[in-house]
Protein backbone atom coordinates (compact mmCIF):
# COMPACT_ATOMS: atom_id res chain seq x y z
CA UNK A 1 0.00 0.00 0.00
CA UNK A 2 2.63 2.48 1.21
CA UNK A 3 4.76 1.83 -2.64
CA UNK A 4 1.41 1.65 -4.35
CA UNK A 5 0.94 5.24 -2.51
CA UNK A 6 4.37 6.62 -2.93
CA UNK A 7 4.10 5.99 -6.95
CA UNK A 8 0.51 7.28 -6.97
CA UNK A 9 1.74 10.60 -5.78
CA UNK A 10 5.07 10.35 -7.84
CA UNK A 11 2.35 10.18 -11.03
CA UNK A 12 0.57 12.75 -9.78
CA UNK A 13 3.45 14.81 -9.42
CA UNK A 14 4.92 14.32 -12.84
CA UNK A 15 1.21 14.43 -14.36
CA UNK A 16 1.06 18.39 -12.88
CA UNK A 17 4.81 18.86 -14.29
CA UNK A 18 3.33 17.83 -17.90
CA UNK A 19 0.22 19.66 -17.53
CA UNK A 20 2.09 22.86 -16.63
CA UNK A 21 4.45 22.31 -18.97
CA UNK A 22 1.56 21.84 -21.59
CA UNK A 23 0.25 24.84 -20.23
CA UNK A 24 3.11 27.16 -20.99
CA UNK A 25 3.38 25.50 -24.61
CA UNK A 26 -0.28 26.23 -25.47
CA UNK A 27 0.58 29.95 -24.60
CA UNK A 28 3.62 30.63 -26.16
CA UNK A 29 2.22 28.96 -29.58
CA UNK A 30 -1.19 31.10 -28.59
CA UNK A 31 1.14 34.24 -28.21
CA UNK A 32 3.03 33.50 -31.55
CA UNK A 33 0.16 33.44 -33.39
CA UNK A 34 -0.94 36.60 -31.96
CA UNK A 35 1.88 37.86 -33.53
CA UNK A 36 2.05 36.35 -36.40
CA UNK A 37 -1.61 38.03 -37.16
CA UNK A 38 -0.34 41.51 -36.59
CA UNK A 39 2.22 40.67 -39.61
CA UNK A 40 -0.16 41.30 -42.40
CA UNK A 41 -2.00 44.64 -40.92
CA UNK A 42 1.58 46.16 -40.71
CA UNK A 43 2.52 44.81 -43.95
CA UNK A 44 -0.45 47.02 -44.76
CA UNK A 45 0.65 49.82 -42.87
CA UNK A 46 3.99 50.13 -44.34
CA UNK A 47 2.21 49.86 -47.78
CA UNK A 48 -0.20 52.79 -46.82
CA UNK A 49 1.54 55.39 -45.02
CA UNK A 50 3.52 56.23 -47.68
CA UNK A 51 0.73 56.43 -50.45
CA UNK A 52 -1.41 58.66 -47.58
CA UNK A 53 1.88 61.10 -47.13
CA UNK A 54 1.86 61.59 -50.78
CA UNK A 55 -1.92 62.29 -51.07
CA UNK A 56 -0.99 65.05 -49.12
CA UNK A 57 1.87 66.68 -51.81
CA UNK A 58 0.51 68.30 -55.24
CA UNK A 59 1.80 65.40 -56.85
CA UNK A 60 -0.57 62.88 -54.34
CA UNK A 61 -3.92 65.16 -55.33
CA UNK A 62 -2.77 65.43 -58.88
CA UNK A 63 -2.35 61.23 -59.23
CA UNK A 64 -5.47 60.90 -57.18
CA UNK A 65 -7.58 63.59 -59.48
CA UNK A 66 -5.95 61.43 -62.79
CA UNK A 67 -7.26 57.90 -61.06
CA UNK A 68 -10.30 59.48 -59.86
CA UNK A 69 -11.73 60.35 -62.96
CA UNK A 70 -12.61 57.70 -65.25
CA UNK A 71 -13.16 59.53 -68.49
CA UNK A 72 -10.00 61.57 -68.70
CA UNK A 73 -6.65 61.46 -67.12
CA UNK A 74 -7.46 65.25 -66.38
CA UNK A 75 -10.32 66.92 -65.45
CA UNK A 76 -12.42 68.82 -68.26
CA UNK A 77 -13.12 72.38 -67.40
CA UNK A 78 -16.62 72.20 -69.05
CA UNK A 79 -17.75 69.20 -67.04
CA UNK A 80 -20.23 70.74 -65.21
CA UNK A 81 -21.25 73.12 -68.16
CA UNK A 82 -24.13 73.21 -70.53
CA UNK A 83 -24.19 73.86 -74.47
CA UNK A 84 -27.39 74.85 -75.73
CA UNK A 85 -27.29 74.05 -79.56
CA UNK A 86 -29.25 73.66 -82.24
CA UNK A 87 -29.95 70.51 -85.04
CA UNK A 88 -29.21 71.77 -88.53
CA UNK A 89 -27.55 74.82 -87.70
CA UNK A 90 -25.47 76.38 -90.53
CA UNK A 91 -21.68 77.26 -90.27
CA UNK A 92 -20.50 80.28 -89.31
CA UNK A 93 -17.94 81.81 -91.65
CA UNK A 94 -15.05 82.65 -89.57
CA UNK A 95 -12.23 85.19 -90.43
CA UNK A 96 -9.43 86.17 -88.12
CA UNK A 97 -7.94 89.92 -88.12
CA UNK A 98 -5.71 90.20 -84.69
CA UNK A 99 -3.47 92.69 -83.34
CA UNK A 100 -0.81 93.63 -85.85
CA UNK A 101 2.04 91.52 -83.30
CA UNK A 102 -0.07 88.54 -84.12
CA UNK A 103 0.44 86.62 -86.91
CA UNK A 104 -1.95 86.83 -90.25
CA UNK A 105 -3.65 83.23 -89.38
CA UNK A 106 -3.71 80.75 -86.33
CA UNK A 107 -3.45 78.20 -89.76
CA UNK A 108 0.51 78.82 -89.25
CA UNK A 109 2.18 76.27 -87.16
CA UNK A 110 4.94 78.27 -86.30
CA UNK A 111 2.54 80.78 -84.01
CA UNK A 112 0.71 80.16 -80.85
CA UNK A 113 -0.77 82.60 -78.34
CA UNK A 114 1.16 82.61 -75.22
CA UNK A 115 0.65 84.18 -71.30
CA UNK A 116 3.48 82.47 -70.39
CA UNK A 117 4.50 81.80 -66.55
CA UNK A 118 7.80 81.92 -67.35
CA UNK A 119 8.62 85.39 -65.69
CA UNK A 120 10.70 86.34 -68.79
CA UNK A 121 7.29 86.57 -70.17
CA UNK A 122 4.80 87.40 -67.38
CA UNK A 123 5.89 91.30 -67.47
CA UNK A 124 4.78 91.63 -70.93
CA UNK A 125 1.44 89.40 -70.99
CA UNK A 126 -0.32 91.85 -68.71
CA UNK A 127 -1.39 94.23 -71.46
CA UNK A 128 -2.85 91.08 -73.69
CA UNK A 129 -2.42 88.00 -75.75
CA UNK A 130 1.63 87.65 -76.73
CA UNK A 131 2.16 85.77 -80.01
CA UNK A 132 5.46 83.10 -79.78
CA UNK A 133 7.21 80.77 -81.99
CA UNK A 134 5.82 77.15 -81.46
CA UNK A 135 9.54 75.92 -80.78
CA UNK A 136 8.99 78.92 -77.21
CA UNK A 137 5.41 77.25 -76.75
CA UNK A 138 7.30 73.85 -76.41
CA UNK A 139 10.00 75.23 -74.17
CA UNK A 140 7.62 77.89 -71.80
CA UNK A 141 3.86 76.00 -71.46
CA UNK A 142 3.55 72.38 -72.36
CA UNK A 143 2.07 72.26 -68.25
CA UNK A 144 0.30 75.25 -66.87
CA UNK A 145 0.01 74.40 -63.32
CA UNK A 146 -4.08 74.00 -61.63
CA UNK A 147 -5.34 75.65 -58.33
CA UNK A 148 -7.74 74.14 -56.32
CA UNK A 149 -10.57 76.48 -55.00
CA UNK A 150 -11.15 76.96 -51.77
CA UNK A 151 -14.27 78.24 -50.88
CA UNK A 152 -15.46 80.20 -47.50
CA UNK A 153 -18.41 78.21 -45.27
CA UNK A 154 -21.09 80.19 -45.96
CA UNK A 155 -23.51 80.30 -42.50
CA UNK A 156 -25.49 82.36 -40.00
CA UNK A 157 -22.35 83.75 -38.82
CA UNK A 158 -20.18 84.70 -42.18
CA UNK A 159 -23.66 86.13 -43.63
CA UNK A 160 -24.25 88.27 -40.93
CA UNK A 161 -20.32 89.81 -40.95
CA UNK A 162 -20.67 89.91 -44.42
CA UNK A 163 -23.54 92.02 -44.88
CA UNK A 164 -22.53 93.91 -42.34
CA UNK A 165 -19.37 94.18 -44.19
CA UNK A 166 -21.28 96.25 -46.47
CA UNK A 167 -23.60 98.23 -45.14
CA UNK A 168 -26.43 95.73 -44.61
CA UNK A 169 -28.10 95.20 -41.22
CA UNK A 170 -30.85 93.08 -39.56
CA UNK A 171 -31.60 89.94 -40.04
CA UNK A 172 -31.50 87.90 -43.77
CA UNK A 173 -34.97 87.35 -45.70
CA UNK A 174 -36.33 83.76 -44.48
CA UNK A 175 -36.17 80.90 -46.75
CA UNK A 176 -39.84 80.77 -48.10
CA UNK A 177 -41.36 77.86 -48.55
CA UNK A 178 -40.84 77.69 -44.75
CA UNK A 179 -38.61 74.46 -44.52
CA UNK A 180 -36.78 74.52 -47.60
CA UNK A 181 -33.53 74.58 -48.23
CA UNK A 182 -31.44 77.82 -48.14
CA UNK A 183 -29.56 78.67 -51.45
CA UNK A 184 -28.73 82.25 -50.65
CA UNK A 185 -28.48 85.05 -47.79
CA UNK A 186 -30.48 88.08 -49.00
CA UNK A 187 -30.45 90.89 -46.80
CA UNK A 188 -32.25 94.35 -48.13
CA UNK A 189 -31.24 97.79 -47.31
CA UNK A 190 -33.63 100.55 -48.87
CA UNK A 191 -33.18 100.29 -52.58
CA UNK A 192 -30.28 97.95 -52.61
CA UNK A 193 -30.38 94.01 -52.45
CA UNK A 194 -27.37 91.60 -51.30
CA UNK A 195 -27.21 88.80 -52.14
CA UNK A 196 -25.10 86.11 -50.56
CA UNK A 197 -24.35 82.68 -52.27
CA UNK A 198 -23.35 79.26 -50.72
CA UNK A 199 -20.85 79.00 -52.79
CA UNK A 200 -19.03 82.38 -51.97
CA UNK A 201 -20.57 84.96 -54.73
CA UNK A 202 -21.47 87.91 -53.41
CA UNK A 203 -24.17 90.00 -55.76
CA UNK A 204 -25.59 93.80 -55.02
CA UNK A 205 -27.98 95.16 -56.71
CA UNK A 206 -29.96 98.30 -56.79
CA UNK A 207 -33.87 98.68 -57.85
CA UNK A 208 -32.61 101.56 -59.50
CA UNK A 209 -30.87 100.39 -62.11
CA UNK A 210 -32.93 100.71 -65.31
CA UNK A 211 -33.98 104.45 -64.66
CA UNK A 212 -32.54 107.10 -66.78
CA UNK A 213 -29.66 108.87 -65.24
CA UNK A 214 -29.31 112.52 -66.56
CA UNK A 215 -25.59 112.93 -66.45
CA UNK A 216 -23.04 110.22 -65.50
CA UNK A 217 -19.32 110.66 -63.96
CA UNK A 218 -16.64 110.41 -66.38
CA UNK A 219 -15.01 107.00 -66.77
CA UNK A 220 -12.05 107.95 -64.54
CA UNK A 221 -14.49 109.09 -62.02
CA UNK A 222 -16.34 105.87 -62.22
CA UNK A 223 -12.86 103.97 -61.66
CA UNK A 224 -12.35 106.43 -58.59
CA UNK A 225 -15.25 105.89 -57.04
CA UNK A 226 -15.24 102.11 -57.51
CA UNK A 227 -11.55 101.66 -56.28
CA UNK A 228 -12.61 103.92 -53.27
CA UNK A 229 -15.60 101.76 -52.34
CA UNK A 230 -14.13 98.62 -52.36
CA UNK A 231 -10.63 99.71 -49.94
CA UNK A 232 -13.53 100.89 -47.71
CA UNK A 233 -15.60 97.61 -47.36
CA UNK A 234 -12.42 95.14 -47.76
CA UNK A 235 -13.14 94.03 -50.75
CA UNK A 236 -10.36 95.47 -53.79
CA UNK A 237 -9.45 92.13 -55.04
CA UNK A 238 -5.20 91.30 -55.11
CA UNK A 239 -3.36 91.21 -58.34
CA UNK A 240 -5.55 93.32 -60.46
CA UNK A 241 -3.87 93.47 -63.61
CA UNK A 242 -6.25 95.78 -65.26
CA UNK A 243 -9.35 98.17 -64.91
CA UNK A 244 -11.65 99.06 -67.13
CA UNK A 245 -14.70 101.41 -67.63
CA UNK A 246 -17.42 100.91 -70.41
CA UNK A 247 -21.33 101.85 -70.43
CA UNK A 248 -23.79 99.74 -68.91
CA UNK A 249 -27.62 98.81 -69.48
CA UNK A 250 -29.18 101.20 -72.11
CA UNK A 251 -32.42 102.81 -72.13
CA UNK A 252 -33.74 103.04 -75.70
CA UNK A 253 -36.84 105.00 -76.95
CA UNK A 254 -38.41 103.89 -80.30
CA UNK A 255 -40.74 105.91 -82.27
CA UNK A 256 -43.97 103.66 -82.35
CA UNK A 257 -44.68 104.71 -85.59
CA UNK A 258 -41.39 104.30 -87.84
CA UNK A 259 -40.39 101.62 -84.88
CA UNK A 260 -36.57 103.66 -85.05
CA UNK A 261 -34.79 104.12 -82.00
CA UNK A 262 -34.83 107.46 -81.52
CA UNK A 263 -32.78 108.01 -78.12
CA UNK A 264 -29.98 105.78 -76.16
CA UNK A 265 -28.95 106.27 -73.03
CA UNK A 266 -26.78 103.91 -70.25
CA UNK A 267 -28.04 103.26 -67.05
CA UNK A 268 -24.45 103.12 -65.53
CA UNK A 269 -20.73 102.72 -66.14
CA UNK A 270 -19.67 99.18 -65.51
CA UNK A 271 -16.10 99.15 -63.86
CA UNK A 272 -14.21 95.76 -64.30
CA UNK A 273 -11.09 94.92 -61.64
CA UNK A 274 -9.18 92.35 -63.84
CA UNK A 275 -7.25 89.59 -61.58
CA UNK A 276 -4.56 86.97 -62.56
CA UNK A 277 -2.13 84.44 -61.35
CA UNK A 278 1.50 83.83 -62.10
CA UNK A 279 0.64 86.74 -65.20
CA UNK A 280 -2.67 84.68 -66.74
CA UNK A 281 -5.88 86.49 -66.42
CA UNK A 282 -8.74 84.80 -64.40
CA UNK A 283 -12.06 84.85 -66.61
CA UNK A 284 -14.43 85.52 -64.07
CA UNK A 285 -12.74 86.19 -61.34
CA UNK A 286 -11.80 89.67 -59.93
CA UNK A 287 -15.00 92.21 -59.35
CA UNK A 288 -17.61 94.24 -61.69
CA UNK A 289 -19.49 97.12 -60.44
CA UNK A 290 -21.72 99.48 -62.23
CA UNK A 291 -21.81 103.35 -60.72
CA UNK A 292 -24.85 105.40 -61.82
CA UNK A 293 -25.85 108.64 -61.82
CA UNK A 294 -24.18 110.59 -58.56
CA UNK A 295 -21.56 108.22 -57.92
CA UNK A 296 -24.82 105.66 -56.68
CA UNK A 297 -23.35 101.78 -56.37
CA UNK A 298 -25.92 100.28 -58.99
CA UNK A 299 -24.76 96.77 -58.80
CA UNK A 300 -21.40 94.71 -57.57
CA UNK A 301 -20.70 91.27 -58.38
CA UNK A 302 -17.67 89.17 -57.21
CA UNK A 303 -16.70 85.92 -55.59
CA UNK A 304 -15.02 84.79 -52.45
CA UNK A 305 -12.39 82.28 -52.79
CA UNK A 306 -8.81 81.59 -52.23
CA UNK A 307 -6.62 79.52 -54.43
CA UNK A 308 -3.82 76.28 -53.25
CA UNK A 309 -1.67 74.81 -56.37
CA UNK A 310 -3.17 71.04 -57.08
CA UNK A 311 -1.59 69.72 -60.04
CA UNK A 312 0.13 70.20 -63.49
CA UNK A 313 -1.76 69.85 -66.46
CA UNK A 314 -0.60 69.68 -70.07
CA UNK A 315 -1.68 72.32 -72.52
CA UNK A 316 -3.10 72.43 -76.01
CA UNK A 317 -1.71 74.95 -78.67
CA UNK A 318 -3.95 77.55 -79.91
CA UNK A 319 -3.92 76.01 -83.03
CA UNK A 320 -5.72 73.11 -81.93
CA UNK A 321 -7.89 75.70 -79.80
CA UNK A 322 -8.93 76.97 -82.81
CA UNK A 323 -10.01 73.63 -84.21
CA UNK A 324 -12.28 72.35 -81.81
CA UNK A 325 -13.83 75.89 -82.45
CA UNK A 326 -14.32 75.50 -85.99
CA UNK A 327 -15.67 72.43 -85.67
CA UNK A 328 -18.31 73.66 -82.91
CA UNK A 329 -19.33 76.50 -85.12
CA UNK A 330 -19.24 75.11 -88.51
CA UNK A 331 -21.13 71.57 -87.78
CA UNK A 332 -24.80 71.15 -87.58
CA UNK A 333 -25.30 69.08 -84.88
CA UNK A 334 -25.15 70.77 -81.22
CA UNK A 335 -21.83 69.28 -79.60
CA UNK A 336 -22.30 66.14 -77.06
CA UNK A 337 -22.50 66.89 -73.60
CA UNK A 338 -20.12 64.01 -72.74
CA UNK A 339 -16.25 65.44 -72.27
CA UNK A 340 -17.43 69.26 -73.45
CA UNK A 341 -14.81 70.94 -74.69
CA UNK A 342 -16.14 73.83 -76.12
CA UNK A 343 -19.03 76.84 -74.90
CA UNK A 344 -20.23 79.65 -77.33
CA UNK A 345 -22.34 82.67 -76.21
CA UNK A 346 -23.76 82.31 -79.79
CA UNK A 347 -24.08 79.72 -82.21
CA UNK A 348 -26.69 80.85 -84.83
CA UNK A 349 -24.48 83.82 -86.62
CA UNK A 350 -23.97 84.00 -90.28
CA UNK A 351 -20.15 84.85 -90.28
CA UNK A 352 -17.43 86.26 -87.32
CA UNK A 353 -14.45 87.99 -86.99
CA UNK A 354 -12.11 87.16 -84.44
CA UNK A 355 -10.05 89.97 -83.12
CA UNK A 356 -8.82 88.55 -80.21
CA UNK A 357 -7.51 85.11 -78.04
CA UNK A 358 -6.03 84.92 -75.24
CA UNK A 359 -4.87 82.09 -72.56
CA UNK A 360 -7.02 82.44 -69.19
CA UNK A 361 -7.88 80.62 -66.11
CA UNK A 362 -11.41 80.12 -65.63
CA UNK A 363 -13.33 80.38 -62.70
CA UNK A 364 -16.62 78.20 -62.36
CA UNK A 365 -18.47 77.89 -59.20
CA UNK A 366 -19.43 74.58 -60.50
CA UNK A 367 -15.68 73.58 -60.66
CA UNK A 368 -13.60 72.67 -57.74
CA UNK A 369 -10.57 74.00 -59.65
CA UNK A 370 -9.00 76.87 -61.70
CA UNK A 371 -8.80 75.57 -64.83
CA UNK A 372 -7.00 76.81 -67.77
CA UNK A 373 -9.17 77.90 -71.54
CA UNK A 374 -8.73 79.98 -74.39
CA UNK A 375 -11.07 82.99 -74.78
CA UNK A 376 -11.77 83.59 -78.77
CA UNK A 377 -13.27 86.97 -78.41
CA UNK A 378 -15.09 88.79 -81.55
CA UNK A 379 -17.67 90.24 -83.53
CA UNK A 380 -20.16 88.32 -84.71
CA UNK A 381 -23.22 89.05 -87.82
CA UNK A 382 -26.47 87.53 -88.63
CA UNK A 383 -27.39 88.43 -92.09
CA UNK A 384 -30.33 89.24 -91.75
CA UNK A 385 -29.44 92.08 -89.72
CA UNK A 386 -26.28 93.18 -90.86
CA UNK A 387 -25.92 96.66 -89.40
CA UNK A 388 -26.18 94.75 -85.71
CA UNK A 389 -22.77 93.21 -84.01
CA UNK A 390 -23.05 90.48 -81.68
CA UNK A 391 -19.73 90.55 -79.33
CA UNK A 392 -18.94 86.77 -79.42
CA UNK A 393 -17.04 84.59 -76.76
CA UNK A 394 -15.94 81.34 -77.20
CA UNK A 395 -14.36 79.17 -74.42
CA UNK A 396 -12.17 76.17 -75.30
CA UNK A 397 -10.79 73.83 -73.17
CA UNK A 398 -7.02 74.14 -72.89
CA UNK A 399 -5.84 71.06 -71.17
CA UNK A 400 -4.29 68.26 -73.82
CA UNK A 401 -7.10 65.54 -73.22
Request: hydrophobic share 40%.
Amino acid sequence: MGFDEDLGKLGASMAGKTSYRFVQREQAMARNNGMLRFIPLLAILVILLPAIALSATPLGRMLWDKTSDTSSNYPYVFRNATQLGTSGAPPVDITIQLPSNAPPSLETPTYVVNASTSSEVRSQSHSGSLFVSGDSYRELLLTLGAYKIVRPVVNDRYASQMALQLGFTGSPLPVLPAGDKRSAYTFINGTQTLEIGLDGSVRLSDNRFWEKPNQLPSNQECIALATKWLHEHNLYPENVVSITASPAGWIQTIDSTTGLITDSNACGTEVAFSVAINGIAIYGGGVSMVIGENGTLLSLQTNMFTLVPAFDVPLKDSDQAFDILKEHLTSPNPPPMENLECVVNYRLLTSLVITGIELNYIYDTNNDYLLPIYLFTGDGYLENFPDEIYPFVGKVDAILH
